[in-house]
């Protein structure tokens, strides 16, 4: 499974690349990577980055998005964080516990649908 997680700036993208890495479980299941995004529709210029994860065997929905939630709290700001797979397109913006519920009940549908896994 490919999916991408946007946020706001370079160094929160970066700040997240490296949360990701550390954590066992994602490290344990997926690849995480910063690569260039193409362009959100009505944007100009050069495409925003984006981070990459790429899941293998044993790619757990819940951790994955229990690690996003938890680095968002840690932030000053907290950022919203835009999860894209193919084109369908999930956030986590007050990261309450519902919302992070409906965001791993949704991808893990999308990957028992997913006949590439």
């Not at 994602?26 to 260039?36: A, D, K, L, Q």
């Not at 907290?78 to 913006?93: A, Q």
């Not at 999308?110 to 590439?116: A, G, H, I, K, T």
Request: without cysteine; negative net charge; glycine residues 10%.
């Amino acid at each position: 499974m490919r999916l991408e997680v946007r946020v706001e700036s370079a160094g929160e993208l970066r700040s997240l690349q490296q949360w990701l890495r550390s954590d066992p479980e994602v490290r344990r299941s997926g690849r995480v990577e910063i690569i260039g995004g193409d362009p959100r529709p009505g944007e100009m210029g050069a495409a925003l980055d984006v981070l990459q994860l790429v899941t293998g065997n044993g790619w757990s929905a819940a951790s994955f998005v229990l690690a996003l939630a938890t680095w968002r709290q840690t932030r000053p700001r907290r950022p919203r964080l835009e999860i894209r797979r193919g084109d369908t397109v999930y956030f986590l913006t007050g990261g309450t516990d519902e919302e992070v519920e409906r965001v791993i009940r949704a991808l893990d549908v999308d990957s028992d649908e997913d006949p590439n896994l």
